[in-house]
């Protein structure tokens, strides 16, 4: 799974696979916390995160919205810049 971006310990993730289900999602790793992030709603669909790291991510992900669908659509790798 490509990492798309890192910031304040994050990891953001998402994979590159055909089999890969809706709706359009990536995935986040904080330490031993794990998180799936709808893109389109920016609800954690799956995981653990904390508040104040989900409240993080959304605020990078409503940021990068454009670029994450467009990833997912043409499961084309490209780096995000992180949230600063």
């Not at 995935?27 to 799956?46: A, K, P, Q, S």
């Not at 995981?47 to 959304?58: E, T």
């Amino acid at each position: 799974m490509p990492v798309i971006a890192r910031f304040y310990g994050m990891i953001i993730k998402m994979y590159f696979q055909q089999s890969e289900h809706n709706p359009p999602h990536f995935h986040v790793v904080y330490g031993e916390y794990v998180g799936v992030i709808d893109i389109n709603t920016l609800r954690m669909i799956e995981g653990d995160l904390p508040s104040k790291a989900l409240d993080l991510v959304r605020e990078w992900a409503a940021g990068h919205k454009n670029d994450l669908l467009r990833i997912w659509n043409t499961q084309e790798f490209i780096s995000l810049p992180p949230l600063t």
